[in-house]
């Protein structure tokens, strides 16, 4: 029997990531030192007490169960939480949890898309950002992030009607992968933008917590009119490096959560309760563990992009995230061929920006998963490889 496969899966092909582990499991069976910087998968450990939290919850059988929905302790923590660390006051009807941003974000064009409406996505952009609204038969137009505009959208260029046609717009802030963080005066353009146009904003604040340069990172909803025109998406995936528990929030406007959550019962019968209950404990502990943790990236990120800088590989610091966003060496025409011939001459594995839309071709993305020693034995190991030319 051939199996007939609809026109959705048809589109979504193979990541690269496939690729990349199968050329690294050949050069580790050589016996060849590996350099990971491929998977964004933070490094570090959760709290104690978080990990203490979960472990208590799991020896309870009654935990077992269909959680359903979230526990009211888990909102409550994130609506204190929220105040705390951005100064945003949200109503628990106003917050709902999500299995990871990433799933969030492929549901959420449910609720929202119909099939031909258009919505716009950045480029180069997170691959989920275009493939959620495209699951749903969505059209997508994508606004461009260029090194001359320091990677910001430049809403004045999309053409009037796009922006009349449009009814979502994905935004990413501090970026994945153009590692760069947003000024307060274009959340400011963002909101009226969105106001004049009647546009939905989403925006995905995964990194807020690793902003660099004793700067701190925010919050879209803290700009006035926020709630009014969108909800942000917000994990615990990298502040508190709770990556593998999938545990995220969507927090905002009213009417947009309570259809979503709505929607979710129809596949979703709630988060694993442990789960929750680590995460309530990350959301009211100290954020001392968090601050040293993103001390920590910062430190990775000079060693890695200073490191490479100082062997003829022009890259610049990025401003925040986990990454590094890295243009080619000159000598080189196509990220692809560059990302493969650098894991084979050097061992250091990093996804060609190709991956993430037409305007990353030229550039690649490096994860900040190892320590600063490892990073500079990385560089070293590129420097005597000769790649460079």
């Known amino acids: 029997m051939e199996v ?9 092909e193979e990541g690269i990531f496939a690729l990349l582990n199968e050329k690294k499991n050949e050069l580790q069976a050589k016996g060849r030192k590996i350099y990971n910087l491929s998977v964004g998968t933070p490094d570090f450990k959760p709290a104690p007490h978080v990990i203490e939290a979960v472990s208590r919850a799991a020896m309870d059988p009654e935990n077992y169960k269909y959680a359903l929905e979230e526990l009211p302790a888990l909102l409550e923590a994130m609506k204190n939480f929220y105040k705390r660390r951005f100064d945003v006051d949200l109503e628990t009807d106003e917050i709902m949890s999500l299995y990871g941003s990433q799933e969030g974000m492929a549901h959420i064009g449910w609720v929202l898309c119909n099939p031909g409406d258009l919505v716009l996505v950045p480029n180069p952009g997170y691959p989920i950002f275009s493939i959620g609204p495209q699951l749903c038969d969505a059209r997508t137009w994508e606004y461009p992030l260029l090194p001359e505009n320091g990677f910001l959208p430049d809403l004045n260029e999309i053409p009037e009607a796009v922006a009349r046609e449009a009814k979502l ?15 307060d005066s274009f959340y400011r353009e963002l ?5 004049k ?3 939905l904003i989403l925006h995905d604040n995964a990194y ?4 660099f340069g004793e700067k701190t990172g925010g919050s879209f909803l803290a700009f006035e009119g926020a709630k009014e025109v969108g909800i942000e998406f917000y994990s615990l995936s990298k502040t508190f490096s709770y990556t593998g528990a999938r545990m995220s929030f969507a927090l905002g406007n009213r009417e947009l959560i309570q259809k979503f959550k709505a929607l979710r019962t129809q596949f979703d019968y709630g988060t694993f309760l442990p789960v929750q209950y680590g995460a309530i404990a990350a959301l009211n502990g100290p954020f001392d563990r968090v601050l040293s ?26 401003q925040g995230t986990m990454f590094v966003w890295a243009p080619i060496p000159k000598k080189f025409s196509n990220s692809n061929d560059f990302v493969l011939e650098l894991m084979e001459r050097t ?5 060609p920006g190709s991956s993430f839309g037409s305007l990353g071709e030229g550039y690649v993305r490096m994860a900040l998963v190892l320590p600063p020693q490892e990073l500079s034995q990385a560089v070293e190991s590129i420097r005597e490889s000769g790649i460079l030319g």
Do not use: T
């Not at 007939?4 to 979504?12: G, N, P």
């Not at 909101?191 to 106001?195: N, V």
């Open 4 to 12: 007939q496969f609809s026109e959705k899966a048809k589109r979504i």
């Open 293 to 318: 943790q993103c001390r920590e990236y910062e430190e990775r990120n000079r060693a890695l992009c200073g490191g490479l800088r100082g062997i003829g590989w022009d890259v610049p610091d990025s």
């Open 169 to 183: 717009m994905m935004v990413n802030f501090p970026g994945n992968p153009v590692c760069r963080v947003a000024p």
């Open 191 to 195: 909101i009226a933008f969105a106001k």
């Open 208 to 211: 807020a917590d690793l902003v």
């Open 347 to 351: 061992g250091v594995i990093c996804v």
């Open 197 to 199: 146009y009647d546009i």
